[in-house]
């Protein structure tokens, strides 16, 4: 892989160590539903964090939420020192930068090839000349294996291809956070082993920080460091994955575990 493409700790000095993000008693109600129920936890730098529950337990309303697509009702929510709510425009600007992010339904923009959805917002946004911007670009688009692909248009790709240049695009802002929604949950189970190896890879090789909602439990089983069992907004239960897969504190999260694996 090439690394100069990715996320470094000389590239991103924040991220060499400590706590990057942080949820202190955050609850987020959709009218009468509690959906987050005073929900306290961090990721520190670098860490990989899985998030696993039952459909509707509110893990992807935490990716929302650091997102700043959805608003809590109370609690704090830092991202490397920056509180998320109140905070400025420029202020929230500043921590989306550092934010990436991947969609189940891969979001591409149609018009354009895949080159320059990946080259787009470190353009405008970041302010890098198209020249870095393709240079950047195009090894994140061999890391993922689609270098022929530039200048494609989504619709000429497949779906784990459209999703793996939705990873090269989250990835080309150099975020010091990349958050997963069920990344393969839309694809074809012959497309899905693809991807993950993908994320696989970037997990291993990188020092990026990763929080992910998954339903693969094997991989969220080789990839992180920690995971959180849900359950109607709560932490039920949480630790390394050798612990939470085979020794199971909670009879809903031996019950969720045997629903799935
Ligand atoms: N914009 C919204 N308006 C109203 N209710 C919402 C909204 N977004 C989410 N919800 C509700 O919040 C609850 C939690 O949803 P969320 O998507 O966070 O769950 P999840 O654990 O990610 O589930 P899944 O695994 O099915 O994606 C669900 O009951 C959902 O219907």
Do not use: Y
Not at 76 to 93: C, M, Y
Not at 178 to 193: C, F, K, Q, R
């Amino acid at each position: 892989m090439p690394t100069d493409t990715l996320p470094n700790p000389e590239k991103n000095p924040a991220q060499s160590a400590g706590e990057l993000i942080r949820l202190d008693q955050v609850t987020k109600r959709f009218g009468q539903n509690t959906v987050l129920d005073h929900l306290d936890f961090t990721v520190d730098a670098g860490k990989h964090v899985t998030l696993i529950g039952p459909s509707g337990s509110g893990k992807t309303t935490i990716l929302r939420l650091l997102m700043t697509l959805l608003k809590p009702d109370e609690g704090t929510i830092t991202v490397d020192g920056q509180k998320l709510f109140p905070a400025s425009d420029k202020e929230v600007r500043e921590v989306r930068k550092k934010i990436g992010m991947v969609f189940q339904q891969f979001n591409l923009f149609p018009n354009m090839t895949v080159l320059r959805n990946i080259t787009e917002a470190p353009v405008t946004v970041l302010g890098l000349s198209k020249d870095e911007a393709v240079e950047r670009a195009k090894g994140l688009l061999d890391m993922v294996g689609l270098a022929e692909k530039c200048d494609a248009h989504p619709a000429q790709l497949s779906g784990g291809q459209q999703q793996r240049v939705a990873i090269a695009r989250a990835l080309a802002m150099r975020p010091q956070v990349l958050l997963l929604d069920e990344v393969t949950s839309a694809l074809d189970p012959e497309l899905v082993a693809g991807v993950l190896d993908v994320l696989r890879d970037i997990a291993r090789s990188t020092d990026i920080t990763m929080l992910c909602v998954t339903h693969e439990m094997n991989f969220a089983r080789d990839i992180s460091d920690q995971v959180l069992m849900f359950d109607s907004g709560r932490i039920i239960e949480s630790g390394p994955p050798e612990k939470i897969f085979s020794e199971p504190e909670h009879e809903r999260t031996r019950e969720f575990l045997g629903a799935v694996l």
